[in-house]
């Protein structure tokens, strides 16, 4: 019976590849690297772009903030009322909200103000906070723990205790959230009761929000209003400038990544060719000989694939992808730094695999071929 | 039975550029036969060998091994016909020179994929035989000429082939080791193998167990 794998082969090619230690070595270490970075850069990216679709979900339809010359003013709380007379509206709601500079960190939060509605939160959040993960990090690390002094606009302080943390859906935004009641809210940005920072509007049929913001624009000529859709657009915005570093990062790979390739398909050494005669001489077909290149080129290829995968996992899933995660999160000065969720993006991992492992297959055995399917009477000379 | 048949052979170097290395050759070679092919160098005898080991094909004219026309095979089964049938030394022995003597023997076995046991076997039997057992482990680029040659003789004959063809065996040894080796190819003739020695070594000439000597001058035989 003739045995699936020819171990003699395999033996040889491993043997092969342990006479040219140290160029084999470094072509592993480069390929492991380049496999390393390209899955890093698109494991984040899946990571990143599933946290802004979840984000960009979670937003409103339409929010509506009140103007003058362009510029950003509290709105009237009344206006809620007026645009809920519009039909096809199911609600219209004040928000009263504001980024918060903590000097001490240098970091921005976010302060949402809890409206009447909101029964879970009311009873906790009388005197008292909820805060996200990343507030509490960069608050610990102030040594406030148990409270937080917020500084008004006439410079007194208002303590607020820290009753604890709220757990998120979508961790890039509600990461550097700190949740309060509406009234200490107003307390710390000074606004006073008949007015709101924004005023978000629901829409029964989400065919007709263009419908519906045209007639809120009609009704208030000095609003901004701002549709979900908008909203996706810029997010889709920055995210695709950020994208383009990833691309740089990305050609170079590439880049390296051919040209060991060229190295390798640009031919043999003498010494590779006389070997490839010889071993027709004895006996060898084309087949066998470019079966054991097959060997040599899947041995290294596939050992580095899987070692770049299981280094971009490490990386970006346990140690959150230090440097390149700032790289696209580039306001991480202004934000609190968040959590990369975890996606098994099985489609990074294939298109991965094809871009290094038949690649450098083919590379290994394309000037072997070329070299065994001439005659070999070379090796009598 | 080994025919060549109207050979020539014609290298085309480059466009401009052939070399006429056979002109008309006919000859016939009978099993378990030792040949010895003579000649200066650049006479064409190395040309003769690698159209008999299947290694190269004519410009024109057949060779024919066992009724079977080896100069019309593709390349596949010429590999396959020279598996079965040819154990080839060479001038420069072409050994491999990072690997062990075991390696470098049992090189003719590999497509086969023999099993473990089998193949053990027929490798002790060649280390003893040709009195290398010692040197088993060893780089062959750690060898001395006579034992590279030792270990080239060795893997021609491990895969038990009908002909062994030998270019210029003796070319790198001294006489004491060059005299060894001639008794070494006494014996393979003992055991009726058919041997084709190029060679312009007059220690080769006018030797007892040697069945013919063919004279081969300019690419046409004397
Ligand atoms: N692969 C080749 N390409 C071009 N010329 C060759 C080749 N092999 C042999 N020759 C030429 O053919 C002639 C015969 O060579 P060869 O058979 O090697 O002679 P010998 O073995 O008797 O020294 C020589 O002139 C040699 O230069
Ligand atoms: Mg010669």
Request: aromatic fraction near 10%.
């Amino acid at each position: 019976m003739k045995k699936m794998i020819n171990f003699y082969l395999l033996e040889y090619a491993i043997g092969s590849l342990v006479r040219q230690k140290s160029k084999n070595i470094f072509i592993t270490i480069i390929l492991s690297l380049l496999t390393f970075l390209l899955t890093a850069v698109f494991f984040i990216t899946s990571s990143i772009r599933y946290e802004l679709n979840q984000t960009v979900d979670a937003l409103p339809e339409i929010i509506v903030a009140q103007t003058k010359g362009g510029k950003h003013y509290d709105i009237d709380v009344s206006k809620a009322d007026s645009i809920l007379s519009i039909t096809g509206i199911n609600s219209a709601i004040p928000r009263v909200w504001g980024y918060y500079y903590f000097k001490n960190a240098g970091v921005n939060f976010s302060l949402v103000g809890v409206g009447e509605f909101e029964d879970d939160y009311k009873e906790i959040l009388e005197n008292g906070l909820l805060i996200g993960r990343g507030v509490r990090d960069v608050l610990k690390k102030s040594y406030f723990k148990e409270y937080f002094n917020f500084i008004l606009s006439d410079g007194s302080l208002l303590k607020l205790d820290i009753k604890g943390e709220f757990d998120a859906d979508t961790e890039l935004e509600s990461n550097d959230m700190i949740l309060m009641s509406k009234d200490n809210l107003r307390k710390i940005f000074d606004i006073d009761e008949t007015k709101a920072t924004d005023i978000v509007v629901s829409v029964a049929n989400p065919d007709e929000v263009q419908t519906v913001a045209s007639k809120i624009q009609l009704l208030f000529p000095n609003t901004r209003i701002i549709t979900k859709n908008d909203l996706k657009i810029s997010y889709q915005n920055i995210f695709d400038y950020k994208g383009g570093v990833f691309l740089a990062l990305f050609i170079i790979s590439l880049f390296t990544f051919f040209i060991i390739i060229y190295d390798k398909a640009s031919g043999l050494t003498s010494e590779q060719t006389r070997e490839i005669g010889i071993l027709k001489a004895v006996g060898f077909t084309i087949e066998d000989i470019l079966k054991e290149k097959f060997y040599e080129g899947i041995i290294i290829s596939l050992f580095a694939y899987i070692i770049g995968v299981i280094l971009a996992f490490t990386f970006v899933y346990i140690f959150n992808a230090p440097l390149l995660q700032n790289i696209f999160t580039g306001y991480s000065e202004l934000k609190t730094s968040f959590t990369l969720p975890f996606i098994l993006d099985i489609q990074t991992l294939v298109i991965v695999f094809f871009l290094s492992v038949p690649i450098y297959i083919s590379a290994t055995i394309i000037p072997s071929w070329r070299v065994a399917t001439m005659d070999a009477e070379e090796v009598m000379r | 039975m080994i025919e060549l048949k109207d050979i020539n052979k014609i290298y085309q170097v480059n466009k401009y550029n052939k070399v006429v290395a056979l002109k008309g050759i006919n000859l016939s070679i009978k099993e378990g036969s030792v040949v010895v092919l003579k000649g200066a160098s650049g006479s064409g005898k190395s040309t003769i060998l690698s159209l008999i080991a299947a290694l190269g094909k004519p410009t024109s004219g057949e060779v024919v091994v066992d009724s079977v026309h080896i100069s019309k095979l593709t390349d596949n089964f010429a590999s396959a016909f020279r598996s079965k049938n040819i154990g080839i030394v060479f001038q420069k022995y072409n050994l491999i020179s990072s690997l062990s003597v075991k390696e470098n023997i049992i090189l003719p076995l590999i497509p086969s994929n023999p099993d473990a046991l089998e193949l053990e076997k027929k490798l002790q039997k060649v280390l003893e035989m040709f009195e290398i057992v010692d040197k088993k482990e060893i780089l062959v680029k750690n060898l001395s000429g006579g034992q590279q040659q030792r270990v080239a003789i060795a893997r021609a004959y491990i895969d038990n082939p009908k002909i062994i063809i030998a270019d210029e065996p003796t070319a790198n040894l001294d006489e004491k080791l060059s005299l060894r080796f001639i008794e070494i190819l006494r014996g393979l003739k003992q055991e009726n193998k058919t041997i084709i020695v190029a060679t312009h070594d007059p220690l080769f000439f006018g030797l007892d167990f040697v069945d013919e000597e063919i004279e081969i001058k300019d690419g046409h035989l004397v």
